[in-house]
């Protein structure tokens, strides 16, 4: 089967969902697809909090400002470029959100905007505390099907970018509901995959973020950046058991009433590791991983290996006001924060390196764009909060505008023998990998990709060591190169996720392999990558590291970081 379209979308997310609203105002045929379910996936709409822009309606703000907070946080190797577009960019597509009945919190005509950590103004909106990612993927999909010039393709899983002399020129997949491969030409593609942090036992994520979009990337030719730099969340809910609610649901409120982080002798402990916490609260997300971790290293984390949260200090009806029903759901679980703290521990949530982009949006593949948390620069050694959502706005908006205005702009003929040729390539391959039949004695693969994520928690978490950072390579390496190949499937069928869940491991492996042999190399702290043998953070190393694959193997090189020019 073969579909033709002007752009073709991988990833149907905040990014993927902008980017095709933004292709199709400039009048190009977009085709958005996802391998889950369009506009249901990823990590927007799982988002539940608040998203940072310089509108100023609560105190004075503006792109600067914001710039200089993002860049501090970045530890000095954010691509200033890309920062600027973000902060530049960010209010107009909040407001475009807002005349779409987004349903910013708003208060005397004004939108409603409260502090975060990091940020040195009231600068995050939000819908509320825990629907802000739903609200805006709902709006975005009502945006979509409006939109004549976007068809929208659930359950396709992508396997390979198709690239022709150096231009991207469409994609192959696999149909999950047929089992049957799709070949899609195209004449730009944009990514929107996301991130992943489905590499890690402990995640925030959606079951589809196993860094789909990295991998297929690094084998079409494009770059990567910083991949060592994986965010986590520092005050996940660890205990006791909660059903039904997001693990990550306690930083507004930490910030808003003062929850206090207490290690397993009930003292706060964050000001001990070189920034003020206490009546403060506001701590940016790796240090507060950072100093939970070396607490439980020390022998003081709480009952389970983290650290309390405790909000015993502030009154019901405070409680009340802030959570709303949260509380009652909260009751439910068996977890009164009047009478008891809860226990909290680092999450992996966000990766701030990825493909490298320039200011247009695009990779070093003509014709291949990147946008949101698959695209890396923007955020440098470490993301502030609230920024995830404007980066995905902003950059799908981007991505789909000017990729649509480059191809609409000028003759560009794909060349139908020459896509031909390619697709029947990777379309046998396809076939190849789901005429494999099963045999006994041989793991599965969701076996491996357990033992993959177990490898990546404790060799390539938030604190890091060169034995281990080496231990996990070669036991990465031997996956990809000798257990992949070997590892059995079931036969062809509709709705085969065995299949998928190959193609997934595939790719989570280069994923690993990237994270792992960057962080090996960083020889210093900086941000979210924390080398326990080089505690320091090192001026020497205030560079990007870029990835490519170079006849087949994986090579890392160091380039100076892109400042804006004055």
Not at 300 to 312: E, I, K, N, P, V
């Amino acid at each position: 089967m073969e579909i033709n379209t002007d752009i073709l979308i991988i990833g149907a997310g905040g990014a993927g969902m902008y980017a095709a609203l933004a292709g199709a105002r400039e009048g190009a045929s977009v085709l958005l697809i996802d391998k889950n379910m369009v506009g249901r996936g990823g990590a927007t709409v799982m988002a539940q909090m608040t998203v940072a822009v310089a509108i100023g309606h609560q105190e004075p703000d503006n792109w600067e400002m914001h710039f200089s907070d993002t860049v501090k946080s970045g530890h000095g190797i954010c691509n200033e470029e890309l920062t600027k577009l973000l902060c530049v960019n960010g209010p107009e597509r909040i407001m475009e959100m807002d005349s779409w009945k987004v349903g910013w919190a708003q208060k005397d005509g004004t939108i409603l905007q409260v502090s975060a950590p990091g940020h040195s103004r009231k600068r995050c909106v939000y819908v509320d505390f825990l629907n802000t990612g739903p609200a805006l993927a709902s709006t975005l999909r009502k945006q979509v099907k409006r939109e004549e010039k976007i068809r929208t393709i659930s359950n396709l899983v992508i396997t390979d970018i198709l690239v022709d002399e150096g231009r991207a020129v469409g994609a192959i997949g696999m149909n999950i509901v047929t089992a049957k491969p799709v070949a899609l030409s195209c004449k730009a593609v944009i990514l929107t995959t996301g991130g992943l942090s489905k590499l890690y036992t402990r995640n925030s994520g959606s079951a589809n973020m196993g860094g789909d979009g990295y991998a297929l990337a690094l084998r079409a030719g494009a770059e990567l950046t910083d991949m060592e730099f994986v965010q986590f969340f520092p005050i996940a809910h660890l205990a006791p058991r909660l059903v039904g609610m997001d693990p990550i649901m306690w930083d507004p409120f930490r910030y808003k009433l003062g929850g206090r982080l207490l290690n397993g002798d009930f003292e706060e402990f964050v000001d001990r590791y070189g920034s003020k916490d206490q009546g403060i609260y506001r701590v940016p997300r790796d240090l507060a991983s950072y100093a939970i971790l070396k607490e439980v290293e020390a022998g003081r984390g709480s009952t389970h290996g983290g650290a309390y949260l405790d909000f015993q200090h502030v009154s019901e009806a405070e409680l009340r006001n802030a959570f709303g029903p949260v509380i009652d759901r909260l009751l439910a679980n068996g977890i009164d924060l009047t009478q008891m703290p809860i226990e909290v521990a680092p999450m992996a949530h966000y990766q701030m390196g990825g493909v490298r982009i320039k200011k247009s949006m695009q990779t070093c593949i003509d014709g291949l764009y990147a946008a949101g948390e698959v695209a890396g620069g923007v955020n440098g050694a470490n993301r502030l909060s609230g920024n995830a959502i404007t980066e995905a706005l902003v950059f799908g908006e981007l991505a789909g505008r000017l990729g649509a205005r480059k191809i609409l702009g000028k003759a560009i003929q794909n060349s139908a023998q020459h896509f031909t040729n390619l697709a029947t390539v990777h379309m046998e391959k396809l076939k190849s990998l789901t005429s494999r039949s099963q045999s006994r004695g041989t793991p599965t693969v969701s076996a491996i990709q357990q033992r993959l994520k177990q490898i990546m928690n404790e060799h390539v978490g938030p604190l890091r060591n060169a034995t281990g950072l080496k231990t996990a390579l070669e036991t990465i390496q031997e996956l990809r190169q000798e257990v992949l190949p070997k590892l059995s499937l079931s036969k062809l069928h509709p709705f085969n996720m065995d299949i998928q869940d190959w193609l997934e491991l595939r790719n989570m492996l280069a994923t690993a392999e990237m994270v792992a042999q960057s962080a090996l190399l960083r020889n210093e702290s900086r941000g979210a990558h924390q080398r326990e043998d080089f505690p320091a953070q090192d001026p020497k190393w205030e560079k990007n590291q870029v990835v490519s694959l170079e006849r087949n193997k994986l090579t890392i090189r160091s380039e100076p970081v892109v400042r804006l020019t004055t």
